[in-house]
Each structure stands twice: as structure tokens, then as C-alpha cells.
């Protein structure tokens, strides 16, 4: 979908080698941006590469970066590479997370900080990162960042109790964020996806039980798709939602206001 939305923006789009980040980074291409494409590191590379020729052949200029986002060089790795290449970031998408989906009274430790750790330490690396750069910034002042939260920000899981805490630090982060750097003209914006289809879920999904619940669920119909996702949070990137700051915008078809 293209209504050059960031004509000339750089973007730099967090966990994009696959699912929703993919969708989002190949959106911005395609609506005039230039890449910053973050990844995990060898295990996506070839994801990764997928993404960066199709977001080339759209005409967009792109750097990679590899690294995990739960660790705070990668946030500034990420800004270093934005800044050598294209002098400046306009736009950052923090989109990285995982959901490995596990029952509560047995959830590791580990597995707790790892969440933790990867969802929402790694969004306040990489949007304090960025947000730093922004504020350096003239012709044009400020920025905009679009996290990507979830509609486990607002209601519980059983098998997600080590996730759901992230999603809505991650949506209290981007309310906070938009007081802190709104008057440098840095909007901060949060989309809460509901139940899409990604590599995330794809084993869940693939219980035909569990799929048809979801299904029923959407009042649209239908699961969400990766792209489902990319109008919404690009149109929060855009200079069309200038006055948007502090927002939290659901993507769900409908899922959080169904009583079925």
C-alpha cells in the first residue's frame, strides 16, 4: 500500500528480517523512505538480504545492522550506521520481540529476564538511542516513534505471563516518552497488534481449536497479517499524524471490544 507517506525519511525499523517488522520496513520503501534494516544477526542474514533487495527494488537506499537488540551496543550500532550512511534518522520503529509461549508455574527464570530483556529493555536501548540523535537534529527538528506493543498490553494470557508485562511497559514507555520528548517535536506513538499470523505463533495457530477460537473472536473474520500492521504504524511515522503523540492504536479487527 503506497501514499508516499515518508518521502525522504530515514527509517530505522528494529527485528525486520521477518514478520511484522518485514511488513513495516518494505511499507516504508515503498511509501519513499531509505532503511535502516536492523536484524538478529547470522540465524535472520538471509531473511534479512530478502528484505533489503525488496525494499532496493522499490528504490530505497538501505543499511543492515546486525546484533541483539537486548544488548544497548546494537542500539548504538544502530544509530551509528544511520548517521555514517544517511546523516540523520527521522523515523524509528521499534518493533523487535519475541513470544515464546510457555505455562506460568514452571517459567524459568531465564526465560523471564530473557523476555524482559528483549522486549522491553531492548525498546528503551534503542528508542533512548535514537531519541538522543533526534534531538541533535535540524532541518527538520524532531522525529517520530512508532513501538510496536500488543493487545496483551491490555488484557492477560496464560502462557504469556512473562510476555504481557513487556507489551504494556512497552505502551506505558511511549506515553511517557511522548511527554519527555514532545517539546523537542519527537511524537511517540505505540500500535497494538492483535492476533497476527507470524513465525511467532505459528506453531499455536496451527492447532485447529485454538485457531478457529481466534477466528471467532475477530468480529473482521479474520486473523491479521504482517501487513495489516505497516498503514497504521507508518501512517503514525508520517507527518499527516503530526499532532498524533502519545497514542495507542489497535490493530486487532476488533478483538478487544468482542464479548463472543
Given at each position: 500500500m503506497a501514499f508516499n507517506l515518508l518521502p525522504g525519511k530515514i527509517v530505522a525499523v528494529t527485528g525486520c528480517s521477518t514478520g511484522i517488522g518485514r511488513a513495516i520496513a518494505i511499507g516504508a520503501a515503498r511509501n519513499g523512505a531509505n532503511l535502516i534494516l536492523h536484524h538478529l544477526g547470522d540465524s535472520t542474514q538471509a531473511d534479512i538480504q530478502e528484505v533489503e533487495r525488496a525494499c532496493k527494488d522499490l528504490g530505497a537506499k538501505t543499511v543492515i545492522v546486525p546484533g541483539d537488540i537486548a544488548n544497548q551496543e546494537t542500539a548504538s550500532a544502530i544509530v551509528k550506521a544511520g548517521v555514517s550512511t544517511f546523516s540523520r534518522i527521522d523515523v524509528l520503529i521499534s518493533n523487535?520481540?519475541?513470544?515464546?509461549?510457555?505455562?506460568?508455574?514452571?517459567?524459568?527464570?531465564?526465560?523471564?529476564?530473557?523476555?524482559?530483556?528483549?522486549?522491553?529493555?531492548?525498546?528503551?536501548?534503542?528508542?533512548?538511542?535514537?531519541?538522543?540523535?533526534?534531538?541533535?537534529?535540524?532541518?527538520?527538528?524532531?522525529?517520530?516513534?512508532?513501538?510496536?506493543?500488543?493487545?496483551?498490553?491490555?488484557?492477560?494470557g496464560g502462557e504469556q505471563c512473562h510476555y504481557t508485562p513487556t507489551k504494556a511497559g512497552v505502551k506505558s514507555l511511549m506515553e511517557s516518552c511522548a511527554i519527555a520528548l514532545g517539546p523537542m517535536g519527537i511524537r511517540c506513538n505505540s500500535v497494538l497488534p492483535g492476533t497476527i499470523e507470524t513465525n511467532i505463533n505459528k506453531e499455536d495457530l496451527a492447532d485447529p481449536v485454538k485457531r478457529a477460537d481466534q477466528e471467532r473472536r475477530v468480529p473482521l473474520g479474520r486473523l491479521g497479517k504482517p501487513e495489516d500492521l505497516a498503514g497504521p504504524a507508518l501512517f503514525l511515522a508520517s507527518d499527516a499524524a503530526a499532532y498524533v503523540n502519545g497514542a495507542s492504536l489497535l490493530v486487532d479487527g476488533g478483538m478487544a471490544i468482542s464479548l463472543q
Amino acid at each position: 500500500m503506497a501514499f508516499n507517506l515518508l518521502p525522504g525519511k530515514i527509517v530505522a525499523v528494529t527485528g525486520c528480517s521477518t514478520g511484522i517488522g518485514r511488513a513495516i520496513a518494505i511499507g516504508a520503501a515503498r511509501n519513499g523512505a531509505n532503511l535502516i534494516l536492523h536484524h538478529l544477526g547470522d540465524s535472520t542474514q538471509a531473511d534479512i538480504q530478502e528484505v533489503e533487495r525488496a525494499c532496493k527494488d522499490l528504490g530505497a537506499k538501505t543499511v543492515i545492522v546486525p546484533g541483539d537488540i537486548a544488548n544497548q551496543e546494537t542500539a548504538s550500532a544502530i544509530v551509528k550506521a544511520g548517521v555514517s550512511t544517511f546523516s540523520r534518522i527521522d523515523v524509528l520503529i521499534s518493533n523487535a520481540g519475541i513470544c515464546p509461549f510457555h505455562s506460568f508455574l514452571d517459567l524459568p527464570a531465564s526465560l523471564w529476564k530473557r523476555v524482559q530483556d528483549v522486549n522491553l529493555n531492548g525498546a528503551f536501548y534503542v528508542v533512548q538511542a535514537v531519541a538522543n540523535q533526534m534531538a541533535k537534529q535540524d532541518s527538520p527538528k524532531g522525529g517520530a516513534i512508532v513501538a510496536v506493543s500488543s493487545i496483551s498490553a491490555l488484557m492477560g494470557g496464560g502462557e504469556q505471563c512473562h510476555y504481557t508485562p513487556t507489551k504494556a511497559g512497552v505502551k506505558s514507555l511511549m506515553e511517557s516518552c511522548a511527554i519527555a520528548l514532545g517539546p523537542m517535536g519527537i511524537r511517540c506513538n505505540s500500535v497494538l497488534p492483535g492476533t497476527i499470523e507470524t513465525n511467532i505463533n505459528k506453531e499455536d495457530l496451527a492447532d485447529p481449536v485454538k485457531r478457529a477460537d481466534q477466528e471467532r473472536r475477530v468480529p473482521l473474520g479474520r486473523l491479521g497479517k504482517p501487513e495489516d500492521l505497516a498503514g497504521p504504524a507508518l501512517f503514525l511515522a508520517s507527518d499527516a499524524a503530526a499532532y498524533v503523540n502519545g497514542a495507542s492504536l489497535l490493530v486487532d479487527g476488533g478483538m478487544a471490544i468482542s464479548l463472543q
